[in-house]
Structures are given as structure tokens and as C-alpha cells.
């Protein structure tokens, strides 16, 4: 914990310290305000009020969602999402690692009665020079009942060992579009890692949905939750293969395509190739996409501006001479607020394009 002073002494602001390209993660502007276990209370006492107030917390038909969202509630350096009666914590800076304990106390007070386990989450989201050698585990509870709902729909989540807390909650609502578009269609998922926009189309009706990703593991939860909410639906099939590969060899049954990549760029200087990468992948699904057909296409890299995946998508548009029309522009959902002065916590970009 430091604080910030101007060069004549005066206070600005505290926060915590590491090294690297982010000195302070700034917690309070305020002299007075003590970093303690009122404090941690505080603030998440006011994510999960937001949440409640918009409609988010305390559903019936969906029991996933983010709590905390790093810097859009006012906690650089920390997130929690809710997996039903499971909170599930991961730590971003060296400073959250530290009093996780405290925060997980005042986690327990404010959520009394809406969980009963908290897992902690560190192991790949902290910096590896600070030499904390976190470990992941239960810091309270421990369920092994990992089943979470999202409007309706049930997902196994794999906070032991799956990507970021386990799931992709941020695809919320654009999953929920979706559904809308998916009945009679013939779907094709690219990127599907837990199968979630593949069991929404399945619930809009469509005719077919083929989820595709490089990841076996991937593969093998999508079919887990096709199987838990349609049992042995056949209009579903899953492939483990390479993107570019499958989008190669794939014919163009599709009239609906969703791509979903990982981020491409994890820093500036990788963007030139990022928005090649782009480019090429939205090309091939331009190329295959039927007369027609609708194609949600999307980027969650930080350092691709929306203006850069835009100029992306529509070049590949143009390459390939179709006639695109944007139907939908898509970000992240109202439990991964933005903090105003912290415009760069807007990271997901999405375009749902009718594609003649
Ligand atoms: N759409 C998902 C999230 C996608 S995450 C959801 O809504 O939950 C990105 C996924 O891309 C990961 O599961 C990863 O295994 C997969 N992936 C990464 N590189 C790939 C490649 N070259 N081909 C196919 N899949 C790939």
C-alpha cells in the first residue's frame, strides 16, 4: 500500500504498488479512508447492490454473474464472478493477492445467505516476478457442485481448471441475441470453449449446431452441457480442429456463424497481426457464409480499438465481395461496468452483420 503525493507533499491518492507498466492501482482518493475490512465491505456491498438494482443479482432463472468487475467497481486488480452458491475470486495484482483473506471475509458478510463457497483463482493472473506462488483453492466451503444457470439454461463450470474464473459470463446477453436469430438456422460455433452460444442456438431452434474448437477439453464440456440441457439432441455435433483448418475445409451449409476468438493482441505491439488475424478468420467465414446468412463476430483483445476491428471485419467483407449490413453492435454486459476514467475497461467488441 502506498500513496501518491504531488511534489509538494499534498495527498492524492492511495492504492496498491507493484512493479510494472502500472505503478498504483489507486483504491481511494481520500486521506481519511482506511484500507480495511470496512472498506472491502464497502465497495463490494455497493457491486452487489448495483447488480440487485438492475436486474443482474438475485434472479430466479440465472444465478451467474460477475460481482466484480476490476476497475469498472472502484477494485483495480480484482475480479469475482458468481457461480451460484459459489464465489470465485481471482486476484490481478500483488497488492488484492495480499489481502485476500480480508476481502474474502467482507465477501462472506455481504453476500451472508447467496453463497457458501469462495475459490480463489490466482495462479495464472498474477505477475510471476512478484514471487507470491499463489495456489489455487477453496478459501472457504468447497462444492463440488459446479452446476450454474444463465437464463434458464445450465452450465458446468470448471473454476478448477478452466479458462479465466470458468466461464465466459461477459457473452451473457449476447448469447441471449442469439437465440433469437438461431431458430431453423444451421449454426456453426467457432471458438466454442464451454458450448455456450452452441445451447442457446439449441434452445432458439435451430435446424443444426456444430461447435468447433482446438481445445479437446473445450470439446468435451460443450457435449457435458448439450447433454445437460438436450440430453442426446442430434441436431448437435462438436469437432476438436483448428479453426482455420475447419473453416477451410467446411462446405457452406452455414447461415449463421459464431466467432469467438481469444484475444489476438495481449499488448500494442502485437496489433498489427492481431488485426490480421482478424481479417483472415473473418474472411473465411465471408467466403462460406450462405445468401443470408447472419455472422456474430467478435473481439475481447483490450488493445484492438473498435474502430481497428471494424476496418478488420469490413475489409475482409470487401475481400471478399459481399454485402454486409451491421445489425447489432455488441460489448459487454452491465456486470462488467466501465469505470469513466478508466475507458480501457471497455474491451469486448462484437458486430452481428447480415451478410446478402
Ligand atoms: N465463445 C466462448 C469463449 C471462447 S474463448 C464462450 O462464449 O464461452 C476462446 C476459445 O478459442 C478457447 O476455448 C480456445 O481453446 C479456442 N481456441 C484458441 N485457438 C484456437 C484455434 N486456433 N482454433 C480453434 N479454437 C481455438
Known amino acids: 500500500m502506498v500513496e501518491v503525493l504531488t511534489q509538494q507533499g499534498e495527498f492524492i491518492a492511495k492504492g496498491h504498488w507493484q512493479i510494472g507498466s502500472i505503478a498504483v492501482r489507486v483504491l481511494s482518493f481520500s486521506e481519511e479512508e482506511s484500507i480495511d475490512g470496512a472498506f472491502w465491505h464497502r465497495r463490494l456491498a455497493t457491486a452487489y447492490a448495483m447488480r440487485q438494482q438492475i436486474g443482474i443479482a438475485g434472479r430466479v432463472d440465472n444465478n451467474t454473474y460477475r460481482l466484480v468487475h476490476g476497475e469498472g467497481d472502484n477494485l483495480p486488480g480484482l475480479v469475482i464472478d458468481i457461480y451460484g452458491r459459489t464465489a470465485v475470486m481471482q486476484a490481478h495484482s500483488a497488492g488484492m493477492h495480499l489481502v485476500r483473506m480480508e476481502i474474502a471475509a467482507a465477501l462472506n458478510e455481504v453476500m451472508a445467505g447467496a453463497i457458501d463457497n469462495i475459490y480463489y483463482k490466482s495462479e495464472t493472473t498474477l505477475p510471476f516476478k512478484a514471487d507470491l506462488y499463489p495456489e489455487n483453492g477453496f478459501l472457504q466451503g468447497g462444492s463440488a457442485d459446479n452446476v450454474a444457470t444463465e437464463y434458464g439454461l445450465n452450465f458446468h463450470i470448471d473454476w478448477l481448471k478452466g479458462q479465466k474464473t470458468g466461464f465466459f459470463v461477459d ?142 471485419v469490413f475489409t475482409a467483407a470487401a475481400m471478399t465481395g459481399r454485402s454486409v449490413r451491421i445489425l447489432h453492435q455488441l460489448t459487454q454486459p452491465a456486470d462488467h461496468p466501465v469505470n469513466i476514467y478508466h475507458p480501457e475497461g471497455e474491451y469486448l467488441k462484437g458486430l452481428v452483420l447480415y451478410v446478402e
Do not use: W
Open 171 to 312: 457473452q451473457r446477453e449476447n448469447r441471449a441475441l442469439l437465440e433469437r436469430y438461431a431458430k431453423g438456422r444451421s449454426v456453426l460455433n467457432m471458438f466454442c470453449y464451454t458450448g455456450g452460444f452452441s445451447v442457446y442456438a439449441m434452445r432458439g431452434g435451430a435446424k443444426l449446431v456444430h461447435s468447433v474448437d482446438s481445445s479437446a477439453k473445450a470439446i468435451d464440456l460443450t457435449n457435458k452441457n448439450i447433454a445437460l440441457n438436450f440430453h442426446d439432441d442430434e441436431r448437435h455435433a462438436a469437432y476438436a480442429e483448428d479453426a482455420f483448418k475447419y473453416l477451410d475445409r467446411m462446405g457452406d451449409q452455414y447461415d449463421l456463424i459464431i466467432l469467438d476468438p481469444p484475444a489476438f493482441a495481449k499488448h500494442r505491439d502485437a496489433l498489427r497481426n492481431a488485426l490480421q488475424g482478424y481479417r483472415k478468420l473473418n474472411v473465411k467465414a465471408f467466403e462460406k457464409i450462405k445468401p443470408g446468412g447472419i455472422l456474430f463476430t467478435f473481439s475481447c483483445s483490450q488493445a484492438v480499438s473498435k474502430e481497428n476491428f471494424r476496418t478488420a
